[in-house]
């Protein structure tokens, strides 16, 4: 199929709240449309996948939610209030403070730190002490209480008995492991993960699936990921969304899209006469 | 949880006590014209600086270059301040005895001049922070050279002295104790500067191992994954800017002290790479290296190889080569040896407790 043929898919109605709404995202480099026309929605407590070929626009389209790059058109709103699109300047730390936080799809670990102050550093955006406060460290309490939960938090990925190594010595996966719970460590309430089990292999996945379905039920977390490991996707998601050439190919349950024909020939390709 | 063995933390405060109570010491025994103490008075200076520029660069990952320009600020507002009014007809001659015509004491003076080195800091910042690496570096150059002329010009001279110094303050021999004949009593005139930088420093290290240490050494590792976990990098940028101007500013002022006199000519360029070369060498990112350095580079500039500057003779021999700077070509020959052979400096990012933890698993690289 070539890119003229594309057809954009309108976004699917659901009845539960609505977490995350795009509405009309189009996100263009120069004469490169990254992201074209893209509507979507995740209700609250939904994994929701978006998938498509390589260089779809899968991981520009996580970029324009968490604002590193400004949209050139279109709106995202979270519970309901805009919080980024066109003519909406806002860093990506504020989007972390409404409550969203990511992983990377190549490991942005903290790497002068130790994995426990990799999750410590992340708690900084919640702390309630002031800087003078902090220097003097008049605030043992807010230490201890944040020292105690990046401690549980280590314990959720199973990471305790390397908390004191760097964390760029860990072995790959668990790197993972820990930028996610570093993600957590954020307090969000939806969680962005860019290709999880990029590298893992298929028992290290089938893992990977099972912890993110469990801290989605203990964080009371919705979660949007992109994913190339098919049975993952299958396996975890609620819905599934396709990008293709940056446009919205095809959406719905992991069944309906597994047998959309416009899916399968974007993956596999379609012999052209 | 795991609790960290406190026996590093006391073997440090150990070692502290000791340097200090042998500053003190030697002060009394040795004669105060001893070249050891213009090395440690110097050296507690340039530790402070190094360490506030260590700061910004190995902590923060911010590169610049301002640093003579904020001492510059430090230095002339602590003797603008300081001179004593019946001082500066005399000082202020060619300004009928400059505008300014009262005094404050040596510790406000001392905050005055960091206040004000953290608020043109936080002027430049403003538009120079939005730069990165090479560019931060040259723009904060051209600041520091700025400031340098703005302050030798004319119009400004009955505040700054135009190009004229500055003297007659208090300096660090005015924090000896007299009786009313004028003999000294007590010396004390290494201890106050090795207070004041060890006071600066300890804040520093305070500040480092808070949140915000962490978040500013987040910002060095990965700005985006900094950012993305809601570290406000404009903010925080801004706040280390600050801090480490505020405390150059103290540094510029024990500088004046050091010196007795400020004269803006001479808060160039070098000194600012005199004090990178400090950093370097100790360590990017070790506040103990910067300290220990700093020692190291006053002591061996000053005093260990002043002899390379004269003739020397073996027996009847006399030893080629020494003539009147022939120390510095020695002294750039050992910074080249040290560099290469000790690429992250004398301690790497290692600290002084790290020094007695047997097993310190290094970063994997």
């Known amino acids: ?273 | 949880m795991k609790t960290k063995s406190r026996k590093p933390a006391v073997l440090t405060w150990v070692i502290v006590a000791a340097v200090y109570a042998a500053v003190f010491a030697a002060e009394q025994i040795l004669p105060p014209s001893s070249m050891l103490f213009t090395v440690l008075k110097k050296g507690a200076t340039y530790a402070l600086v190094a360490v506030s520029m260590n700061l910004l660069n190995g902590f923060t990952g911010i590169f610049s270059l301002g640093q003579a320009g904020f001492m510059l600020i430090g230095a002339y507002v602590y003797g603008i301040f300081t001179i004593p009014v019946e001082s500066r007809p005399v000082v202020y001659q060619y300004y009928e005895g400059g505008l300014i015509q009262f005094t404050v004491p040596v510790a406000v003076a001392l905050i005055l001049a960091g206040l004000a080195a953290a608020f043109f800091a936080l002027l430049i910042g403003l538009p120079v922070l939005r730069l990165k690496s090479d560019y931060l570096a040259i723009a904060t150059l051209g600041f520091a050279e700025i400031i340098r002329v703005i302050v030798q010009w004319d119009p400004m001279g009955p505040i700054t002295n135009g190009a004229n110094m500055l003297r007659m303050f208090p300096s660090f021999n005015d924090f000896n104790i007299r009786d009313a004949e004028g003999n000294v009593t007590l010396y004390l005139s290494t201890l106050v500067p090795f207070l004041i930088a060890g006071i600066c420093i300890g804040l520093i290290v305070l500040l480092l191992h808070s949140g915000y240490g962490r978040a500013l050494k987040s910002i060095r590792d990965d700005e985006i994954a900094a950012e993305a976990m809601g570290i406000n990098l404009a903010h925080h940028k801004r706040l280390a800017f600050c801090i480490s101007s505020f405390f150059a500013g103290i540094g510029g002022a024990m500088l004046a002290m050091y010196q007795t006199t400020v004269q803006a000519k001479f808060f160039t360029t070098a000194m600012t790479y005199e004090i990178l070369l400090i950093v370097v060498i100790g360590g990017v990112g070790s506040v103990t290296g910067s300290v220990f350095s700093s020692f190291l580079f006053v002591a061996a500039s000053e005093w260990w190889l002043r002899f390379l500057d004269e003739k020397q003779m073996i027996g009847n021999f006399e030893v080629p080569l020494l003539r009147n700077g022939f120390r510095l070509v020695v002294f750039s020959i050992i910074i080249m040896v040290v560099v290469l052979f000790f690429r992250k400096g004398i301690m790497g990012t290692r600290e002084l407790p790290d020094l007695f933890r047997r097993k310190r698993k290094e970063a994997a690289k």
């Open chain 1, 1 to 273: 199929m070539s890119e003229m043929e594309i057809k954009t898919v309108p976004d699917m109605e659901t009845d539960g709240e609505t977490v995350l709404k795009l509405e009309h995202l189009t996100m263009q480099f120069g004469g490169v449309i990254a992201v074209n026309d893209f509507s979507m929605h995740i209700d609250r407590g939904e994994i929701v996948a978006l998938i498509g070929p390589n260089g779809a626009g899968k991981t520009t389209a996580f970029n324009c939610v968490t604002s590193v790059y400004q949209p050139t058109s279109g709106h995202i709103y979270f519970h309901g209030k805009e919080i980024g699109g066109e003519k909406m300047h806002v860093t990506p730390d504020r989007i972390t403070e409404q409550g969203i936080a990511r992983t990377f799809q190549n490991i942005r670990l903290f790497s002068g730190m130790t994995v426990f102050d990799n999750i410590m550093t992340a708690m900084h955006l919640r702390r309630k002490s002031g800087l003078l406060t902090q220097v003097l460290h008049l605030n043992a309490e807010e230490e201890k209480k944040n020292r105690e939960k990046a401690w549980k938090l280590l314990e959720t990925v199973g990471l305790t008995d390397v908390a004191e190594e760097m964390a760029t010595s860990l072995p790959y996966g668990k790197q993972r492991l820990l930028e996610i719970a570093r993600a957590l460590a954020t307090e969000p309430t939806l969680l962005l993960l860019d290709e999880p089990a990029a590298g893992m292999n298929p028992q290290e996945t089938n893992e990977l699936g099972q912890f993110i379905v469990r801290i989605k039920n203990e964080f009371n977390l919705t979660v949007f990921m992109i994913e190339h490991h098919m049975n993952l996707v299958m396996d975890i998601s609620d819905r599934i969304y396709v990008l293709d050439f940056g446009k919205p190919i095809a959406n719905g349950t992991p069944e309906e899209v597994q047998q959309n024909p416009v899916v399968i020939a974007a993956y596999l390709g379609v012999d052209e006469e």
